[in-house]
Structure formats: structure tokens, C-alpha cells
């Protein structure tokens, strides 16, 4: 555990340099890779060339093109006499200072991780949880900050296996001199900097992203296993026919296994045998002619040897593989105790957000076993919790097998009709007198005998590949079947608001590239207009289908995602201007998740009969939410209404305080909040803040930090103005400074927070604790701590 922490601090100055990067704009496009609801199978290109490398903010116009050769050319900050560059040019020199940010982002990104990775290690050796969780979690944080894609962390250029695009063109030698690779080797060897500079190598770090992810990913679904096995109960088994039958199929091929005089290194889970025929075929041809001397030389020992170990290994395969279908046919809809709900300090969830970035770089990179072993593993420690986006993966990749396996197949048998038709012209060329001659002699021409032996090796391979290819057909089929199952298993209802998610965020994305453009001056007044119906058309869709997703979880009474999809419908309409619309969806979202009508308009009653403490992580959650949504509801929809502000501060005061003064180790007065009595480490036990209430990088679900801030400062400002009931602020105040610090991370909104708690203070006449809160901000005590 000690070189894990030392790998741990090794990451510290490469993370806190990374943390101080700023960005002027965020590529909303970037956050589906690390939202679950939103993960989809990638496309790819037919021949592999998957492109990577950084990317800049693009703009797909020429003029933007020249307007940025223009920009680099002048240089920031020599305009003439003091005078503000023009708009367009600052739209250019912010866009340059985007790339250069982003550039050194992928730097740092790339020194991060191999430290990380090298601490996971040790920390999954010695078993160490917590701190391989940290080093995930640190790992997480660090592609949230840069937001990459998985196609931006993977080597530029083909990734797919030359055998496997075109096995008659591949060769397989060194296409370099003999001379050259014995100097190149000898250089390596001896160390020498300079020589390995001087090389036509890839950097490390350039191919070495996604490798670091995948882990990463590697570790923490062994340690999730391990914790599995450790904490929850063994499953029953699915069926005694095929237990029966998965014994006789491990007897059987025990029995094979003994038999051979070489066995094969195993892998974990199914194993990518797609054999090329291409290959196989030509070196067993070429092979033909010095078969009899290997024969005489060896007795045959290394040749049967070699077959066997051949078909120890496609038998094994295949039996893995008829199980796998075997168990995923047999499954039905199960039970499954989720283990790890008993560890409120794990944090499943922004696991699975890296393991599926990692499985996102796999599939890009086409390593399609280590696809389908890491997200089967992956769901099989979880308990399938998150199956609905590994599934789909798993079948993605399973395709592609079965893609290259049908290209072996047609393959081998066009190999089969050259051969015959070689040996057809072949025999016509033969003289009458030499055909006559073998046929009284009974023989075979060269031709004829060439064809038969190939014909003897293509039959053989044709028929594996024909095994092959039919049980990846099954497991392919199973697999599809357990998506089915996983489907119906999914209420309509959640189906539907995570489709109006997917829409939203689509729909942000178009919004976002369009005032863009508006803003460049890009877009001329005809498009414009178009671009504008489009766009309200889309909305209206929209609003419609978070309305249908609404209904569907009420009649399912599932009362939390009801307040989430109301909060996102009224964001909507408050972003298309209906502000009536904006103000009934969030005094629905209150009523919903209190279950108490016109809880806004009669808050005294609400609070006295329906406003509990909380006794789940989720209902805190849930609770902390609608405070943004009544500040929302009162600053945007009543703006001039200072009644209705005083009211909503004092209800989201009385909902605060019924989460904090009500748990240990919270003071349970709220005088006593004050940060010389105490500080704030947690809001509720259990609770993740990252999980709903401040996701990051997500356009829905809860809000973000600024939002949720900005919130609690405006009820901190409507009681001081309105001078009533003062204490109130103290809670306020002490979560804004545990959000800002512990949270956000923010030295300058932690400043603000104490500012605001001292100024409560003042107006409460406590002067002693004012005192003492400017005196920390003074002396720079308790500061954000970097990620």
C-alpha cells in the first residue's frame, strides 16, 4: 500500500495542473461517453482506420478556417493602442485558447495515467479497496476535466488485424533488411536514449491511453468479483439438466486433454478464434512438400502433437462457449441481492462510468475478446445492475466475431474453388500420352495429387470453421435473447425518459452549434429561419415525450424519477421562453416529491405534515433537489414577487434543516452551524452527491454545482433582506461553504460561502463567530483540497 500511495502522490501535481486549465466553451457532445443511459455501440469503419489524436473545437466552414489562420497570425494582445480586438477576432483567439488548453490537457492526461495504473496495481495486490477506488476515481475525474472520446484516445490508423481485412496480401515478415533489424535490436537492447529517440516508434504515451484504461477497468471488476464473492450469497443453480450436461461436457473434454502431449495457455472467458484460413491453408500447402522428411525426422511426434493442441483448444472453446449460451438460454427473470447497496462507501456508479469509457476504447480498438470477457465479468459483479448498457456492447462486439468468422468461411471455400479450378487447367494441360500412361499405371498426375491434398486440408478446415462459426451463432442468439429479457425487465415508463434524455441531450448539442454560429456570424437569414423551425419543432417533440414519460411514471408510482423528469420538463420550457408552462412543471415536481398538493402555495401545512427527515440516501437526495427547484419556481417565474420569495426561503430553510438537524452528527439547533461550533463533512450518510443531485458533465438528472450555489446563496440573500428569522441562514450557509469546499472544490465560491455566513452573523449580532470566520479567511484555514 505504501507505492500505491506514492503512486497516488506522483499524480497529485499532474491532476492539480490539470484542474487549473480553464475552457471558454464545453462540448456538450462529450458527456454521453460518461452517461450510462446514453452509451451506444460505436461505428465503425469497414477497413479500421479509426482516427485519433486531439481535436480541436470544429467548426466545419472554410471561413472559420481562414478566420483562425487570421487569428494565429496576429498575436493576442497587440492591438493598437490599447483598443479591444473586434467580436469575430475574439471568437477566434477563444477558440485558439481552447485547442492550446486542450492540448496540454491530453499531456497531462497521458503523464496521469500510467502512475495510476501502476498504484491500482499494487493496491489490487495487496487488496487494498479504498485506495484502488480512490486511484479509479482520480482516474474518472481526470476525463471528466479533459472529455475526451474513446476514438481521441486511441493510436491513429488502422486497428483491425491485417489477416483478418486481407489474409492473401498479409505476409507476416519484417518488411525491413535483416541488417537493419539486428541493429535496431542490438540498440534497444543496449539502452541507448538517443537510438530509441531516433526511432520510427510510436511515443509510449501515444497508444498508451486507452491500454491504461482498459486496466484500470481490469482491476476494479477483479475487485468488485472478489468483494462479490466475499459479501454476497452463491446463486442457485439454473437447471440440473445442464449441470448434468456441462459435467459430461467437462469429463469428455478432461478426457481430450489428457490425451495430448501439449496443452495451450488458457483465457479468461470466450476466446476470439476466428482462424484465418488464408494462413492456416498456405502454410500447411507449403509445408506439403517437406512433409515426408519431418515424418522420417520426427515420427511424426511434433505434427500430431500440434493437431492436437489445435483441437484441445477449439474443443475447449467450443464447450466454453455451448455453457455460456447454455446458462444465458436457462436464465430467467431473477432476484438478485445488490451486494453492494451494503457499502455505502463504494461508489459503484462512477465505476461503471470508467468501465465502460475502457470497454468504449476496446471496442475502437477492435479487441472484441476483451470486450465481451470485461463486460460479462462486469456485469457478472454487479448483478447485471447495469446491464442495459454493457449488453448492448457485448452483442456489438459478438457481431463483429461472427462478421470475421463468416469472412473466414467464404474465405476457405473461395480457396476451395481456385484450387479446383488450378488443378482442372492444370490437368487439361497434361498430354494425352502422359494421362494414358498414369491410368494404366493406376496413378495420379501432379496435379491430381496436389488437388487432393489440398482438398484434404480445406475439407478439414471448412468443417472447424463451420463448428466455430455455429457456436458463436448460439452464443450471439443467447445473447440477444438476455437483452430481450432485460428489455421486458425495464419498465415501459424508464424506457421513456431515457429516450427524452437521449433527445434532450441531442437536442441541447443542435442548440448549442447553432447559437454558435449565430454568434461567429456563420449562418445567413435564410438558414437561419430554417435552422429556427427545425429547432422548435424538435422542442415541441420533446415536451411531448417528457410529458408520455411523465404520465408513465406516475401510473408506476416512481416518485423519484417523477421529480427529475418534471425539473428537466420545466428546464425546457423555461429555455423555449414558456414561462407559465416552466412555473406549473416545477410546483408539479414540489407537489410530487412531497406528495402534498399545492405544497408551494400552502408550505406551513406541507412542512408540518409532509416534510419528514429523511430516511434513505435517495429521499435526501430527492429532497435537496426540489430546494433548486423551489429557487427556480420563485427567481424565474415570480420575479417581482417578494412575498413569494420570503416563502420559498423559508420552506427550502425548514427542508434543509429537517435533513440536517435531525442526523448525527449534524447540531440539532441551527444556531450551532456556525463554522467556530461546527463544520460540515457530509449532508446524509450514504449520500453521493455525484450520483443525482450534482452529476457531472450531464445536461440532466439533477443541476450543477454554480446552480445549486447559486440557489442556497439566493435564500441566503431573500432572509437577510427581509430580516426575518436570521438563524435560518446558518444551515445555509454551512452546506454552501461543505458544497464549495469539499465538493466543488472552489477556493473563490468557498470565499463567497464565508463571506455570506460571516455576513449572517453580523446581522445576527453573533461577532464572535464573525470574527472567527473572517479571521480563517484571512489566514487562508481550510481550503479546498485539490482531487
Not at 483478418?164 to 539502452?191: L, N, Q, T, Y
Not at 495430448?260 to 512438400?289: E, F, H, N
Request: negative net charge.
Amino acid at each position: 500500500t505504501g507505492l500505491a500511495q506514492l503512486e497516488l502522490m506522483r499524480a497529485g501535481p499532474s491532476l492539480q495542473e490539470l484542474c487549473k486549465l480553464s475552457f471558454h466553451w464545453q462540448d456538450i457532445s462529450r458527456f454521453k461517453f460518461f452517461d450510462l443511459q446514453q452509451v451506444i455501440v460505436p461505428q465503425l469503419s469497414d477497413d479500421g482506420a479509426t482516427l485519433g489524436g486531439v481535436a480541436a473545437p470544429a467548426v466545419a466552414t472554410e471561413e472559420m478556417a481562414e478566420r483562425a489562420a487570421v487569428g494565429e497570425a496576429k498575436p493576442v494582445g497587440e492591438e493598437l493602442d490599447g483598443e479591444e480586438p473586434p467580436e469575430q477576432d475574439q471568437w477566434v483567439v477563444r477558440e485558439n485558447e481552447d485547442k492550446e488548453s486542450r492540448t496540454k490537457a491530453f499531456e497531462l492526461l497521458k503523464e496521469l495515467l500510467p502512475s495510476l495504473v501502476r498504484g491500482a496495481a499494487y493496491a489490487s495486490a495487496k487488496r487494498a479497496d479504498q485506495l484502488l477506488q480512490t486511484m479509479l476515481l482520480v482516474a474518472l475525474n481526470a476525463l471528466l476535466i479533459v472529455g475526451p472520446s474513446p476514438a481521441e484516445c486511441v493510436p491513429s490508423g488502422p486497428q483491425s488485424n491485417p489477416e483478418d481485412i486481407d489474409p492473401d496480401k498479409f505476409v507476416g515478415a519484417d518488411c525491413r533488411p535483416k541488417e537493419e533489424v539486428a541493429e535496431k535490436d542490438a540498440e534497444v537492447a543496449a539502452g541507448g536514449e538517443a537510438a530509441a529517440a531516433e526511432g520510427d516508434e510510436a511515443p509510449p504515451h501515444e497508444a498508451e491511453i486507452w491500454l491504461s484504461l482498459a486496466m484500470l477497468a481490469e482491476f476494479a471488476v477483479q475487485a468488485l468479483t472478489r468483494m462479490k464473492a466475499e459479501l454476497a450469497p452463491p446463486p442457485p443453480r439454473p437447471m440440473a439438466k445442464a449441470s448434468a450436461k456441462r459435467k459430461a461436457s467437462a469429463k469428455q473434454a478432461a478426457g481430450a486433454r489428457g490425451k495430448a502431449t501439449t496443452r495451450a495457455p488458457s483465457a479468461t472467458g470466450l476466446k476470439d478464434v476466428t482462424a484465418v484460413p488464408g494462413k492456416i491453408a498456405d502454410a500447411r500447402t507449403a509445408s506439403a512438400t517437406s512433409e515426408k522428411d519431418a515424418t522420417l525426422a520426427l515420427g511424426q511426434t511434433a505434427s500430431t502433437a500440434a493437431f492436437v493442441m489445435v483441437e484441445d483448444e477449439e474443443t475447449r472453446v467450443v464447450r466454453i462457449a455451448k455453457e455460456t449460451a447454455e446458462e444465458l438460454g436457462a436464465a430467467d427473470e431473477e432476484l438478485h441481492e445488490m451486494w453492494f447497496e451494503t457499502l455505502p462507501d463504494l461508489d459503484i456508479t462512477s465505476i461503471a462510468k470508467l468501465v465502460a469509457f475502457a470497454v468504449l476504447c476496446l471496442y475502437h480498438m477492435r479487441r472484441w475478446n476483451n470486450v465481451i470477457v470485461l463486460c460479462r465479468s462486469f456485469n457478472d459483479a454487479t448483478c447485471f445492475a447495469f446491464a442495459t448498457t454493457f449488453l448492448p456492447l457485448i452483442i456489438g462486439a459478438q457481431s463483429q466475431v461472427c462478421n470475421l468468422s463468416s469472412r473466414a468461411l467464404a474465405n476457405t471455400e473461395r480457396y476451395l474453388a481456385e484450387a479446383k479450378s488450378i488443378f482442372e487447367a492444370d490437368q487439361k494441360a497434361l498430354p494425352r500420352k502422359v494421362l494414358r500412361q498414369l491410368a494404366l499405371q493406376g496413378e495420379l498426375s501432379e496435379p491430381e495429387k496436389l488437388f487432393k491434398k489440398r482438398l484434404t486440408y480445406y475439407d478439414d478446415l471448412l468443417k472447424r470453421q463451420k463448428r466455430l462459426h455455429a457456436v458463436w451463432d448460439q452464443f450471439l442468439q443467447a445473447l440477444e435473447s438476455s437483452r430481450a429479457l432485460v428489455a421486458r425487465a425495464v419498465p415501459a415508463a424508464m424506457e421513456q425518459l431515457r429516450s427524452s434524455r437521449i433527445m434532450l441531450a441531442e437536442y441541447l448539442q443542435g442548440r448549442q452549434a447553432f447559437a454558435n454560429r449565430i454568434a461567429r456570424g456563420l449562418i445567413a437569414d435564410g438558414e437561419k429561419l430554417g435552422q429556427e423551425r427545425a429547432l422548435r419543432l424538435a422542442s415541441v417533440a420533446l415536451v411531448s415525450s417528457y410529458r408520455k414519460a411523465v404520465e408513465l411514471l406516475r401510473k408506476r408510482q416512481m416518485t423519484e424519477l417523477v421529480v427529475q423528469a418534471l425539473h428537466e420538463l420545466g428546464n425546457l420550457q423555461w429555455l423555449e421562453g414558456d414561462s407559465s408552462g416552466a412555473q406549473t412543471s416545477w410546483s408539479d415536481a414540489v407537489d410530487a416529491a412531497y406528495q402534498h398538493v399545492y405544497a408551494i402555495k400552502n408550505w406551513q401545512k406541507c412542512v408540518e405534515s409532509a416534510v419528514a427527515p429523511p430516511q434513505t440516501a435517495n429521499r435526501a437526495e430527492m429532497m435537496l433537489l426540489s430546494v433548486v427547484v423551489l429557487a427556480k419556481h420563485a427567481r424565474l417565474t415570480t420575479p417581482k414577487d417578494s412575498t413569494a420569495h420570503l416563502h420559498a426561503a423559508l420552506f427550502a430553510s425548514s427542508i434543509l434543516e429537517a435533513i440536517l438537524t435531525n442526523s448525527l452528527p449534524h447540531p440539532s439547533h441551527r444556531i450551532l452551524f456556525s463554522l467556530d461550533k461546527y463544520r460540515l463533512r457530509e449532508i446524509f450518510c450514504g449520500l453521493r452527491e455525484s450520483r443525482l443531485l450534482l452529476p457531472p458533465n450531464a445536461v440532466h438528472g439533477g443541476v450543477d454545482g454554480l446552480v445549486f450555489l447559486g440557489a442556497l446563496a439566493f435564500f441566503h440573500d431573500t432572509l437577510l433582506v427581509a430580516n426575518y428569522q436570521l438563524s435560518r441562514c446558518l444551515p445555509v450557509c454551512s452546506l454552501y461553504n461543505y458544497i464549495a469546499t469539499d465538493i466543488c472544490r472552489n477556493l473563490s465560491l468557498v470565499v463567497k460561502g464565508r463571506l455570506l455566513m460571516a455576513h449572517a452573523l453580523i446581522k445576527s449580532q453573533a461577532f464572535d463567530s464573525a470574527w472567527f470566520v473572517l479571521y480563517g479567511i484571512s489566514k487562508s484555514h481550510d481550503q479546498p483540497r485539490s482531487l
